[in-house]
């Protein structure tokens, strides 16, 4: 009886066709990996911005809260708006004032070389300096921190300074635009992104009026967060 057996030739025939498909398992996997890092990198940036959010929205809620004088101050700048903010500290304030009870408390935030910074300090007068970082640093960039006022039911973006009377407030605001973005490099680069571009906004609110930066397509991974802040104290 007569054995078969493979030529040379069928032999390199199939180890290229099986080195082809080892590559196209490889390629595929590799895909699957940098898309589950993208996705992973994503979400913290999206964990990140939200944590932020709500430390802001906690502690601002309460400015101007029983003060006279000073209450709010907006410093617009292209590398990141500076926001500072006063209030008194009273009981049940803990989570906010910490051991600053029965204390006007001060706090400020601000961007420097793509971090996001804030500062507190304590007594009549005091002004914050952001020196703590908050956001950013290793791998996050914070690249653009802006903050609109709505006074008389128009968003403005300007340097203003809000002070307590027993009037009332100058000029009356009733609520804070506050706006952040970041990003962080991933393996194989993301696709470019236009700032302003996710966001839903409130009437009158426009990436215009923030002032927000150009697309840009350098390979990270962006994501931004717009949210709005009720002033209350700052209201009447």
């Given amino acids: 009886?007569?054995?078969?057996?493979?030529?040379?030739?069928?032999?390199?025939?199939?180890?290229?066709?099986?080195?082809s498909l080892f590559l196209v398992v490889l390629a595929l996997e590799n895909s699957s990996a940098i898309l589950r890092e993208r996705e992973r990198a994503r979400g913290?940036?999206?964990?990140?911005?939200?944590?932020?959010?709500?430390a802001l929205a906690r502690e601002l809620y309460t400015v101007g809260y029983?003060?006279?004088?000073?209450?709010?101050?907006l410093s617009p700048s292209p590398e990141g708006d500076g926001l500072t903010g006063w209030f008194l500290c009273e009981a049940g304030m803990e989570e906010v004032c910490g051991e600053s009870?029965?204390?006007v408390r001060g706090t400020g935030?601000?961007?420097?070389?793509?971090?996001?910074?804030?500062?507190?300090?304590?007594?009549?007068?005091?002004?914050?300096?952001?020196?703590?970082?908050?956001?950013?640093?290793?791998?996050?960039r914070v690249e653009a921190f802006r903050v609109a006022y709505l006074e008389g039911g128009t968003w403005r973006r300007q340097a203003q300074a809000v002070n307590l009377r027993a009037e009332g407030a100058t000029p009356k605001v009733s609520a804070l635009a506050l706006y952040l973005l970041a990003s962080i490099p991933v393996r194989g680069g993301a696709p470019a992104f236009t700032p302003g571009s996710t966001l839903d906004y409130p009437?009158?609110?426009?990436?215009g009026l923030l002032a927000l930066p150009p697309a840009a397509g350098d390979g990270r991974l962006r994501a931004e967060?717009?949210?709005?802040?009720?002033?209350?104290?700052l209201a009447h």
Avoid at 1 to 19: N, Q
Avoid at 203 to 207: N, R, W
Avoid at 225 to 233: E, G, H, M, Y
């Fill in 1 to 19: 009886m007569r054995r078969h057996g493979f030529s040379l030739l069928e032999l390199l025939l199939a180890s290229a066709l099986l080195g």
């Fill in 44 to 54: 913290r940036l999206a964990d990140e911005l939200s944590l932020t959010a709500l």
């Fill in 66 to 73: 029983r003060l006279t004088g000073q209450a709010l101050v």
């Fill in 109 to 140: 935030y601000g961007v420097s070389q793509g971090v996001f910074r804030w500062g507190a300090c304590t007594g009549e007068g005091c002004t914050p300096s952001p020196t703590n970082p908050v956001l950013g640093g290793d791998e996050i």
């Fill in 203 to 207: 009437p009158g609110l426009s990436p």
């Fill in 225 to 233: 967060k717009l949210w709005l802040v009720q002033t209350p104290n």
């Fill in 101 to 103: 009870l029965g204390q």
